[in-house]
């Protein structure tokens, strides 16, 4: 196993490394892109998993204190490609199994059938998955200012007043959340525009090179989903309700409530407004962790979030296609 998720110290070098390690050991299935660059010049890195023709896209790590998803977004990307690459040879030792003992074999039947659900997925799609879209506030929520380089950057951070492990934003203070142009996008201070960052420019630029059946993107916290969207027609929210009610089958996650697509007195601008509105195709937020989880983030919530999201993706896919 190459991500590791009992590794306290998850920095964005430790991610790079794994990133390209998988796509060394799986080079079959496995593509590592670099698709653009933080304000603090660091990589901003794709995943392609999959040989197929048909896309979904996935990000994680858009707001900088969320440290869980990234480390689990690679967990999963390196759990589809053992049971992608293993399954051919899981099944033909598990029929000498079955025709050489009468012992029981569920467990050994039921991974096997995974395995064989994952080989279609991945002949079917190539799955786009974003690990973390904000590099720098990663490295600020775990090592504080002094991890961003460039010293205009870091003291206009630090000048914002808020505790490292308490940001949201990249390097230069602002939430990438709220930078997406769409109907809802506002305003937050004057000289605000959107689509100003280049993590922003970034996944519109993904949006935009492939395309791709729906958009996955997960942040922290609450063990929810937000399928609702008020700028789009009814038609729409209903296939996105009918998605996001067989996703919470297999979370167990709440489905968030129309009203609550929007926090009162915030502004709209996130990423799944920006894909609903631009491509009309699926494009739903998956919240994990509890709700009372304190930042920093514990990394005891990685192994179960990787738990509760290991077959989201793949239900998606089926789903989408």
């Not at 999959?50 to 969320?66: D, L, P």
């Not at 609903?276 to 192994?303: G, Q």
């Amino acid at each position: 196993m190459i991500v590791d998720l009992n590794v306290a110290d998850y920095s964005y070098d430790k991610l790079i490394a794994d990133a390209k390690a998988l796509a060394i050991k799986y080079d079959s299935i496995i593509k590592y892109v670099t698709i653009g660059k933080s304000h603090d010049n660091r990589d901003i890195i794709l995943l392609r998993l999959g040989s197929g023709q048909k896309h979904i896209i996935c990000c994680g790590g858009v707001h900088a204190r969320e440290t869980i998803n990234p480390v689990v977004l690679l967990r999963i990307v390196e759990y589809y490609a053992e049971l992608y690459i293993n399954y051919k040879q899981q099944k033909r030792d598990l029929l000498l199994k079955l025709y050489g003992t009468d012992q029981h074999l569920k467990e050994e039947y039921e991974l096997m059938l995974y395995g064989a659900c994952i080989y279609e997925l991945l002949q079917t799609y190539t799955i786009l998955i974003v690990p973390l879209l904000n590099p720098d506030g990663y490295m600020i929520a775990l090592k504080g200012f002094e991890a961003i380089r460039d010293a205009e950057l870091r003291k206009r951070c630090e000048g914002m007043n808020v505790p490292s492990t308490e940001w949201k934003f990249n390097a230069r203070g602002i939430d990438i959340n709220r930078n997406f142009p769409c109907e809802l996008w506002r305003s937050k201070f004057e000289g605000d525009h959107p689509a100003s960052e280049n993590e922003t420019k970034t996944l519109i630029r993904l949006f935009h090179e492939h395309k791709s059946r729906g958009f996955l993107d997960f942040h922290s916290r609450g063990k929810s989903i937000y399928y609702y969207r008020s700028q789009m027609p009814e038609s729409y929210n209903k296939k996105q309700l009918v998605l996001a009610s067989r996703l919470q089958k297999v979370t167990n996650y709440k489905l968030e409530e129309p009203e609550d697509e929007v926090e009162t007195g915030d502004s709209g601008g996130n990423t799944v407004h920006y894909y609903s509105e631009h491509f009309w195709k699926p494009a739903l937020t998956i919240e994990t962790v509890e709700d009372e989880a304190e930042f920093p983030m514990d990394i005891k919530y990685r192994l179960p979030t990787f738990e509760e999201l290991r077959f989201l993706i793949f239900e998606f896919g089926s789903m989408v296609v």
